[in-house]
């Protein structure tokens, strides 16, 4: 059997969760409605979420254009970006929006069902609340899966015939190899982010402040009851459940979801890419995607084992043991399956088994957490509650400390998480495989979600049935059922935000590297369109010569100086640091403001409406006010918070570079997790608190000790239902947007920070190779792919007037007698790794005799810009040295003569980028070893327009051994 042939059991899970989808939604929308009451309160909760949604839509829909015009414009003007950009990003906002538009409408045309059947039986009324959670639940993961998988044969089919599309007026469209597959599939990633941050951070706010208003205003000020038709932010409080716990958890998880299993796709490339691995490099990059499609399988027979018996009267504790076994029966089916998928696909590698499993170990323990902390049958809620006793000082400082603590052991979880998946992925002796390990981690973890989404859809639906049984007169009996079903629902609705969470830290984590395989697809992107000359063809980490096409991670690590002790990096620890903290600021104050008006609409109806506050003259509380102010003021109060997060990544990069990214990442993505759990954890603990008092304890409703709990539950619906899981999708958004303007800042960072006195890595790197040979210190050899040896003995054949990396077009004359590059060199993937071996040492400098003579035209200081061609001196410049900062080198060494020896130089035919040139090569069994050369580096070069001129043969040689070694890009 052919293994890849198993990549079907992607694209017919999803079809199957679909499918069953379908079926439970058709099931539920056959049962019983209930009264006419309940069915015009329940249609009213349909109506206003998905008016919410159709204006949300118009406001992302704008920003879409936008945003889908700026990556056309990074893609067809600059040509930095892959050409599939815009239509990923398009795709994957597409898929996200349709999810969640289906869950909300499953939720919304169940609770009144559910309400009603509580009325008979609470079995039935179980039932029908959680197969249509799963309704949302199943949509996400299996649209998320189908989208991959359709993606994943197109792009194939196009790479498949590739030759035949680079003839065509596509010709940008085609794909070099399966790397660049799935580095361009990472992409569809940006579209699901945004739509993420638009839906979470907006339905965040709406929901959390349609809450507290609607408690502040109507259950305190007014003294209404908890669900009273006199209130007029019952509706938008209702709605609020279904925009933030169904649609916007549906987004949240379903970006998460896809951009796990897309980075595991590019690492799992990357990582195999080595001629030892490259026969299993397929099976690496299908093994998330089947591991999935299994856990879209297992969630569908999950739900239909979660059941209770139809004679059983449980409580909420016990409601809640049930769902948690629906999560527990997934994990165990998926670590059984993940071994053997593990066997059948990369056995070599099957300790990569151990990663698969600490994700799955890590989400349980995070989901422990969350639960004990805020549990009404546990210690720290009803600690909480007893210190509302005492006064509001109490119950806060009781909240707070609790949820800083709750950070400690999910942040070790994490961590043991990491550092197990890392070793079992073999990444201390290859990075590569170790940040493979890492987001086969991720994907275990988020291979749940079927379930866990369930589970929060399934607390919306029996928060809006608790409200819709008070409105229909149910009986004490099933009023009691109902509540059972709500308080259930809301104490696992703290775990599932924790999951989600800690899913973000593993994907983020995984998407720091890719983003350094969608830096190194950006520079070859590049490279290829512009047909640069020959230095834009390596890389120059610690003045060794690197071609693009065998550079490792840690050779661009040391090209971009991604060091703690670099100030750029430092730099952009701190910004990642303080923007989470920025942001949950500005999320909290959003909340803040927006109840502020919705009290003040409250006040005012009360105050305006003859009878409303007393129920008198058939009176009627104008619920569209409350829940239009509550659409507009969200959409206001998102727009900077969602700017921060789109734009900021663009500026860093330009400015502060690559390492400046990855650092600002870093600090992002460590902030963001600890505040996140923080927030959840501690908005839980103080709603448990207010919830126990609720039930009779400390004098119940009403009483002094209410009113304190009161004031802890507002706050901690602000920090558990907006800021706190806005903060996972908002780095994840970051990250995204990061690795979708990779090559944008591999093109421009070099060049921008020069401009404010910044010389970054990359810059003083290649400064070196120009440098050198004003200093009359002659030609350069750089390594080809075929192991043997470049050669130029002008600066014209390594500088000129415009650098390509900077997006201008530049060609190579077709007439060249001679070429510089062996066949195909620079323009793909190198089955045969080059080692990163040194500049060869430097001949004589060339005199005006010889026949390769030609003017420098490059430019002396890169810092004086791209348009000056200063004449070269005389007499050779020193190496400055300096100490410290980016001006600090090294003393320049002179390099030992090589023994003269005969050049043999062979001539061949080859096409580069489609100009057929003559290739002047070295054959590598006639040169000896180069020596290493140190010296201190120098700007980067500018890159001529004219034709290479031709390499006249020494009357020496200079023997050189073979570079060449095993493994491509993921070897070291």
């Known amino acids: 059997m052919d293994i890849q042939n198993l990549f079907w059991i992607a694209p017919i899970s999803?079809?199957?969760?679909?499918?069953?989808?379908?079926?439970?939604?058709?099931?539920?929308?056959?049962?019983?409605?209930?009264?006419?009451?309940?069915?015009?309160?329940?249609?009213?909760?349909?109506?206003?979420?998905?008016?919410?949604?159709w204006s949300n839509y118009q406001i992302i829909g704008m920003f879409f254009v936008v945003a889908c015009g700026f990556f056309a414009f990074l893609a067809f003007i600059l040509r930095v970006q892959s050409p599939w950009l815009p239509i990923a990003f398009l795709s994957g906002g597409l898929f996200s929006a349709i999810s969640g538009y289906l869950g909300i409408k499953a939720s919304a045309n169940a609770a009144n069902r559910v309400a009603f059947s509580a009325g008979k039986s609470l079995s039935q009324a179980f039932l029908i609340a959680f197969r249509s959670g799963a309704v949302a639940g199943l949509m996400v993961v299996s649209l998320g899966l189908l989208d991959i998988s359709i993606w994943w044969k197109i792009l194939n089919y196009v790479l498949v015939h590739r030759d035949e599309l680079r003839?065509?007026?596509?010709?940008?469209?085609?794909?070099?190899?399966?790397?660049?597959?799935?580095?361009?599939?990472?992409?569809?990633?940006?579209?699901?982010?945004?739509?993420?941050?638009?839906?979470?951070?907006?339905?965040?706010?709406?929901?959390?402040?349609?809450?507290?208003?609607?408690?502040?205003?109507?259950?305190?000020?007014a003294n209404l009851a908890d669900v009273d038709l006199r209130n007029p932010a019952l509706m938008a409080e209702n709605i609020g459940e279904n925009i933030?716990?169904?649609?916007?958890?549906?987004?949240?998880?379903?970006?998460?979801?896809?951009?796990?299993?897309?980075?595991?796709?590019?690492?799992?490339?990357?990582?195999?890419?080595?001629?030892?691995?490259?026969?299993?490099?397929?099976?690496?990059?299908?093994?998330?995607?089947?591991?999935?499609?299994?856990?879209?399988?297992?969630?569908?027979?999950?739900?239909?084992?979660?059941?209770?018996?139809?004679?059983?009267?449980?409580?909420?504790?016990?409601?809640?043991?049930?769902?948690?076994?629906?999560?527990?029966?997934?994990?165990?089916?998926?670590?059984?399956?993940?071994?053997?998928?593990?066997?059948?696909?990369?056995?070599?590698?099957?300790?990569?088994i151990g990663?698969?499993?600490?994700?799955?170990?890590?989400?349980?323990?995070?989901?422990?957490?969350?639960?004990?902390?805020?549990?009404?049958?546990?210690?720290?809620?009803?600690?909480?509650?007893?210190?509302?006793?005492?006064?509001?000082?109490?119950?806060?400082?009781?909240?707070?400390?609790?949820?800083?603590?709750?950070?400690?052991?999910?942040?070790?979880?994490?961590?043991?998480?990491?550092?197990?998946?890392?070793?079992?992925?073999?990444?201390?002796?290859?990075?590569?495989?170790?940040?493979?390990?890492?987001?086969?981690?991720?994907?275990?973890?988020?291979?749940?979600?079927?379930?866990?989404?369930?589970?929060?859809?399934?607390?919306?639906?029996?928060?809006?049935?608790?409200?819709?049984?008070?409105?229909?007169?149910?009986?004490?009996?099933?009023?009691?059922?109902?509540?059972?079903?709500?308080?259930?629902?809301?104490?696992?609705?703290?775990?599932?935000?924790?999951?989600?969470?800690?899913?973000?830290?593993?994907?983020?984590?995984?998407?720091?590297?890719?983003?350094?395989?969608?830096?190194?697809?950006?520079?070859?992107k590049i490279t290829t369109l512009s047909n640069p000359e020959i230095l834009d063809r390596y890389i120059f980490p610690e003045k060794k010569a690197v071609l693009l096409a065998s550079a490792t991670v840690n050779d661009f690590m040391t090209y971009y100086n991604v060091n703690v002790l670099d100030p750029q990096v430092?730099?952009?620890?701190?910004?990642?640091?303080?923007?989470?903290?920025?942001?949950?600021?500005?999320?909290?104050?959003?909340?803040?403001?927006?109840?502020?008006?919705?009290?003040?609409e409250i006040r005012r109806q009360f105050k305006e409406i003859p009878g409303l506050a007393k129920g008198e003259?058939?009176?009627?509380?104008?619920?569209?006010?409350?829940?239009?102010?509550?659409?507009k003021a969200s959409h206001q109060e998102m727009v900077f918070p969602i700017s921060l997060a789109t734009a900021f990544p663009i500026f860093l990069g330009l400015f502060l570079g690559p390492n400046g990214v990855l650092g600002f990442l870093l600090g992002g993505t460590v902030s963001c997790f600890c505040l996140a759990l923080f927030a959840v954890n501690s908005g839980g603990i103080w709603d448990s608190a207010k919830r126990f008092v609720e039930s009779g304890k400390f004098g119940g409703k009403g009483g002094d000790v209410h009113k304190v709990a009161v004031v802890g539950g507002m706050v901690g619906n602000n920090l558990k239902d907006s800021s706190g899981p806005s903060l996972n999708v908002f780095i994840k958004t970051m990250t995204m947007v990061a690795i979708a303007v990779a090559g944008l800042t591999a093109s421009y960072s070099s060049y921008l920070p020069s401009l404010f006195g910044l010389r970054p890595a990359c810059v003083r790197f290649r400064e070196y190779v120009r440098d050198q040979w004003q200093?009359?210190?002659?030609?350069?050899?750089?390594?080809?792919?075929?192991?043997?040896?470049?050669?130029?003995?002008?600066?014209?054949?390594?500088?000129?007037?415009?650098?390509?990396?900077?997006?201008?077009?530049?060609?190579?004359?077709?007439?060249?007698?001679?070429?510089?590059?062996?066949?195909?060199?620079?323009?793909?993937?190198?089955?045969?790794?080059?080692?990163?071996?040194?500049?060869?040492?430097?001949?004589?400098?060339?005199?005006?005799?010889?026949?390769?003579?030609?003017q420098n035209t490059g430019s002396e200081d890169f810092s004086k810009g791209f348009d000056e061609t200063p004449t070269p001196t005389e007499t050779p410049s020193s190496t400055p040295s300096g100490a410290g900062g980016f001006d600090s080198f090294e003393e320049s060494t002179t390099p030992k003569e090589a023994p003269p020896k005969e050049v043999v130089t062979v001539a061949s035919e080859a096409k580069t980028s489609g100009a057929e040139i003559k290739i002047g090569e070295v054959k590598p069994d006639d040169v000896s070893k180069p020596d290493d050369v140190s010296s201190s580096a120098k700007p980067i070069s500018n890159v001529s327009t004219e034709a290479v001129q031709p390499v006249p043969p020494p009357p020496t040689e200079t023997k050189a051994s073979e570079t060449a070694s095993n493994g491509g890009f993921s070897d070291f």
């Open 355 to 524: 990663s698969i499993l600490s994700g799955l170990f890590c989400s349980f323990i995070i989901g422990w957490v969350a639960e004990h902390y805020t549990s009404l049958d546990l210690e720290p809620a009803q600690n909480a509650a007893n210190q509302a006793n005492i006064g509001p000082y109490a119950l806060l400082i009781n909240g707070l400390s609790n949820g800083m603590l709750s950070t400690g052991i999910p942040v070790i979880s994490i961590c043991f998480a990491l550092l197990a998946s890392f070793e079992f992925g073999g990444g201390f002796d290859n990075t590569l495989m170790g940040l493979y390990g890492i987001s086969l981690a991720a994907v275990g973890m988020v291979s749940t979600l079927g379930v866990t989404l369930s589970v929060s859809a399934f607390g919306a639906i029996a928060k809006n049935a608790n409200t819709l049984a008070e409105l229909s007169n149910l009986p004490p009996e099933g009023k009691k059922r109902v509540g059972s079903l709500d308080a259930s629902g809301a104490a696992l609705g703290t775990m599932v935000k924790g999951l989600s969470v800690g899913s973000a830290v593993l994907t983020v984590v995984s998407l720091l590297g890719a983003y350094i395989e969608e830096l190194h697809a950006g520079l070859f």
């Open 570 to 600: 430092m730099v952009g620890v701190f910004l990642g640091v303080v923007i989470s903290l920025v942001f949950l600021g500005l999320s909290m104050q959003g909340v803040s403001r927006i109840s502020q008006q919705i009290v003040e």
């Open 775 to 854: 200093n009359g210190e002659g030609p350069y050899k750089l390594p080809d792919e075929k192991g043997g040896i470049v050669q130029a003995s002008t600066e014209e054949g390594f500088f000129g007037d415009e650098d390509p990396l900077m997006g201008s077009e530049v060609t190579i004359n077709p007439e060249d007698e001679e070429g510089l590059l062996g066949d195909n060199a620079g323009l793909g993937s190198s089955t045969e790794e080059i080692g990163s071996e040194p500049l060869d040492e430097p001949l004589k400098p060339p005199t005006k005799s010889d026949a390769g003579t030609s």
């Open 244 to 352: 933030s716990g169904v649609s916007g958890m549906a987004a949240d998880l379903y970006e998460s979801f896809c951009c796990s299993i897309l980075a595991a796709m590019v690492l799992g490339s990357a990582a195999f890419a080595s001629p030892s691995l490259l026969n299993l490099q397929i099976h690496a990059i299908l093994l998330p995607l089947v591991l999935a499609g299994f856990g879209t399988i297992f969630s569908v027979l999950s739900v239909y084992l979660v059941k209770i018996g139809e004679t059983e009267e449980l409580g909420p504790k016990d409601l809640v043991g049930v769902l948690k076994n629906g999560i527990l029966i997934i994990s165990i089916l998926l670590a059984i399956v993940s071994i053997i998928l593990v066997w059948i696909f990369v056995s070599s590698q099957f300790r990569l």
């Open 167 to 221: 003839e065509s007026f596509f010709a940008g469209f085609s794909l070099k190899d399966v790397g660049e597959v799935t580095t361009v599939m990472l992409t569809f990633g940006i579209g699901a982010s945004c739509y993420a941050l638009f839906s979470r951070v907006g339905g965040g706010l709406w929901g959390a402040a349609a809450g507290s208003a609607a408690y502040l205003g109507g259950k305190v000020e």
């Open 14 to 53: 999803s079809i199957i969760g679909l499918l069953f989808a379908y079926v439970f939604h058709s099931q539920m929308m056959e049962s019983e409605q209930g009264t006419d009451q309940s069915k015009e309160a329940a249609s009213n909760f349909k109506e206003g979420a998905l008016s919410y949604l």
């Open 617 to 631: 003259g058939g009176a009627k509380a104008d619920y569209s006010a409350c829940v239009s102010l509550s659409t």
